[in-house]
C-alpha cells in the first residue's frame, strides 16, 4: 500500500515556539581573526538571525567572553533588538559549562537549541557537542558562524554534523519560521528583516513591491 501523504509540516522543521537561541561572542577581538567569512557578511548575517528572532519572539540567550577584559562588546546588531537584555558574560570558552547560561537554558525549557557566532570550532563546537550529549537536538546557522580559516569552519560543521547537529543558513532560519505567507501576523516583520538584511532576496522583494505592488501568497 502506498504511503499516503498530508499536508502537515515535517518534525524536524524548527518553529518560534520549540527553540531556544543562543547567540555566542560576537565580539571585536573575535571578529578580528575571523577569516572563513568576511566581517561585513558576518555581521550581516548575525543581525538577520537575531532580528528573526526578536520578530517572532523566540527566547534568546546572548553571551559574551571576557567582555571587559579581552573580547570586547558584543555587536550592537545582534544586541538592538533585545533592548534592555542582560548579556551572560563567561570564562569558559564553552558556553555549555557557564552556570548561568545553563540555568537560563532550563528556565527557557525548550529541548531544541539553537546556536550560531565564533568561532565554530570552539565556542560553537564546545556547546553543540554538550547538548547533543545531554539529549537535546542541535541546530547550527552555518553562516552566521565564522573561524580563523574556512578549514576551520568547514571541519567544525563536519564534525558537528557527523555528531548529530543540523546545519542551516540565517535566510532559512527566517523563512523555516515564517514558513507560510498567508501567515499575516507576520508577515511584514518577516519581509521586512528580509528587506534589511536578506541580500539580494531583500532587494529582490524591494523591486517587487515597489513596481508591481506584489505580495506574497
Request: charged share 20%.
Amino acid at each position: 500500500m502506498a504511503i499516503q501523504a498530508s499536508p502537515k509540516p515535517g518534525k524536524q522543521l524548527i518553529t518560534p515556539a520549540d527553540h531556544a537561541l543562543i547567540l555566542i561572542d560576537f565580539q571585536s577581538q573575535m571578529s578580528f581573526a575571523t577569516h572563513s567569512i568576511d566581517a561585513i557578511t558576518l555581521r550581516n548575517n548575525a543581525a538577520l538571525v537575531a532580528h528573526a528572532a526578536a520578530s517572532f519572539k523566540v527566547p534568546t540567550i546572548l553571551t559574551t567572553v571576557a567582555e571587559k577584559s579581552f573580547s570586547g562588546p558584543m555587536f550592537s546588531e545582534v544586541t538592538d533588538p533585545f533592548p534592555g537584555q542582560a548579556l551572560l558574560d563567561r570564562t569558559s570558552m564553552n558556553t555549555w559549562e557557564d552556570a548561568a547560561v545553563i540555568k537560563r537554558v532550563n528556565e527557557i525549557g525548550k529541548d531544541r537549541i539553537v546556536l550560531a557566532g565564533l568561532w565554530t570550532s570552539v565556542c560553537i563546537v564546545g556547546p553543540a557537542l554538550s547538548a547533543l550529549d545531554q539529549g537535546f537536538e542541535v541546530y547550527v546557522i552555518a553562516d552566521a558562524c565564522g573561524d580563523v580559516s574556512a578549514e576551520a569552519h568547514n571541519c567544525a560543521m563536519e564534525r558537528m554534523i557527523q555528531a548529530g547537529v543540523r546545519p542551516m543558513t540565517s535566510v532559512q532560519y527566517l523563512l523555516e519560521m515564517q514558513r507560510d505567507w498567508a501567515r499575516t501576523e507576520s508577515y511584514d516583520s518577516t519581509t521586512g528583516v528580509a528587506k534589511r538584511f536578506g541580500g539580494s532576496y531583500g532587494l529582490g522583494i524591494v523591486y517587487a513591491k515597489a513596481m508591481f505592488g506584489a505580495h506574497e501568497g
